[in-house]
């Protein structure tokens, strides 16, 4: 028996639709779900609050430490939600879950980020060694709470601007709430 007539019949083409220019890892990734400005704001805080990590983390001894500590805990949390929220918007996980949530979620988590990363970045401000690091991590903190807050401040903006779309009550007979539901 030749291997032509045993494996023939058998083999077919690879069902999956062609992905086109873009493939493999990149595929994965749009650009597309944010607007230009939005989408500049949020890699600015995702690099801001990243390089206020770094430069944090190169203060090698302190005198009053509380606020060192402080802003660092702030700071890495403000890089992983603005990565997480940018990898939210920019993969397939945004068409799995609700819009509105997502915007909503975004909206406070942006807002609460950067009162909070203002508060620590006040505090370690008063608190420093006045280190070029020091200095150099409040100056990258101050920069990104305000990039955290204009975000705010824009979506709430915008959200503001969107027509009120409200659900229009459905029409019922007068009776219909006092009848018995299986009538």
């Keep these: 028996m030749e291997n032509g ?13 062609v992905r086109g220019a ?3 890892f990149a595929a994965y990734f749009s650009l597309r779900r944010l607007p230009s400005r939005r989408l500049a704001l949020k890699v600015l805080q ?7 990590f770094i430069c944090e983390e190169v203060v ?4 009053l430490c509380g ?4 802003f660092e805990f702030v700071s890495c949390s403000a890089f992983l939600l603005s990565l997480l929220i940018l990898v939210v918007y920019c993969t397939p996980v945004y068409d799995h879950v609700d819009t509105t949530k997502v915007k909503q979620s975004d909206f ?6 950067g009162g909070v990363f203002l508060l620590a970045s006040i505090i370690f401000v008063s608190t420093h060694d006045r280190t070029k690091a020091e200095i150099a991590a409040t ?8 990039m955290f807050l204009s975000d705010a401040v824009f979506k709430f903006l915008e959200r503001q601007q969107e027509p009120q779309m409200r659900k229009p009550e459905a029409t019922r007979r007068a009776g219909a709430l006092t009848e018995p539901l299986n009538a």
């Design 22 to 24: 873009r493939s493999g």
């Design 108 to 113: 406070y988590i942006t807002l609460g980020t």
């Design 60 to 63: 090698s001894q302190c005198t």
């Design 46 to 52: 995702l690099l801001l609050s990243l390089l206020a």
């Design 139 to 146: 100056v990258f903190g101050f920069l990104a709470s305000i």
């Design 67 to 70: 606020g060192l500590y402080f």
């Design 5 to 17: 007539a045993v494996y023939g019949p058998t083999t077919e083409e690879d069902p999956r639709p």
